[in-house]
């Protein structure tokens, strides 16, 4: 039975390292196109304009309030003419089609950038304030503030729910499966089918989920001791 986890021509290793290569692809793309709308939206929340609070709030309330795969489903039928519709503004009127892997980067993503907001805009409420008015105190610009001390900071303080955020999009990963995306889940499935070995191939789907969710959980563990290398702790 074993066999059948085999690089050779029987075996489906090779499209299982492949679907792990896949997964991690899009697990990286999304959680940094959702760190960029987490930025954005949590810079949107902290703003003193009402209107860009109120899109950042209605982002975030109704992608964490409705199933992460109805967002696939939604982005997997209609992606392709919302582009269209865009594009139809710029003067082209032909036919585009996205592929699996730019929805499923695009949906995670999205969903990813929800909570993500949240993680940083309390990691910049995190900051103590007086930290900030020492560095203008000491003459520094905006910009130099946001370089030296709000934005280390904020990263120390949002490194912990970050970890947890990666976590979710490289499991949210398994969803994108619906698409045909040969990822890990979409991988087993097949090889379950065919083979008729639905236990041995989705527990060898749990095992590499595993595996990737515990050294990225180590990695996220140094990462945070680095961040805090300079604190003192009481």
């Known amino acids: 039975?074993?066999?059948?986890?085999?690089?050779?021509?029987?075996?489906?290793?090779?499209?299982?390292?492949?679907?792990?290569?896949?997964?991690?692809?899009?697990?990286?793309?999304?959680?940094?196109?959702?760190?960029?709308?987490?930025?954005?939206?949590?810079?949107?929340?902290?703003?003193?304009?009402?209107?860009?609070?109120?899109?950042?709030?209605v982002y975030t309330t109704v992608v964490r309030g409705v199933p992460e795969l109805l967002v696939i489903y939604l982005l997997f039928f209609g992606g392709s003419g919302m582009v269209m519709a865009v594009a139809r503004v710029f003067g082209y009127d032909g036919y585009i089609e996205l592929n699996a892997f730019s929805i499923g980067v695009a949906s995670v993503g999205l969903i990813s950038g929800a909570y993500s907001t949240e993680v940083i805009r309390g990691a910049v409420q995190a900051v103590p304030f007086g930290q900030i008015e020492a560095a203008r105190a000491c003459g520094m610009n905006r910009w130099l503030i946001l370089r030296r001390v709000l934005v280390p900071q904020t990263l120390r303080y949002a490194l912990p729910g970050l970890g947890n955020v990666w976590q979710l999009t490289l499991k949210d990963t398994a969803l994108i499966s619906v698409t045909a995306l040969a990822e890990i889940m979409r991988v087993s499935h097949v090889a379950a089918g065919s083979t008729r070995q639905p236990f041995l191939f989705y527990s060898t789907a749990a095992a590499l989920y595993l595996l990737l969710t515990t050294v990225s959980t180590t990695a996220f563990e140094r990462a945070e001791r680095y961040a805090n290398r300079g604190v003192r702790r009481v």
Not at 21 to 50: C, D, I, R, Y
Request: glycine share 18%; hydrophobic share 55%.
């Open 1 to 57: 039975m074993l066999d059948l986890l085999s690089f050779g021509p029987n075996g489906w290793g090779g499209q299982l390292l492949a679907g792990t290569a896949m997964t991690m692809a899009v697990a990286l793309s999304s959680f940094l196109l959702g760190l960029l709308f987490g930025a954005g939206g949590a810079a949107a929340k902290l703003s003193q304009n009402v209107a860009l609070r109120g899109v950042a709030e």
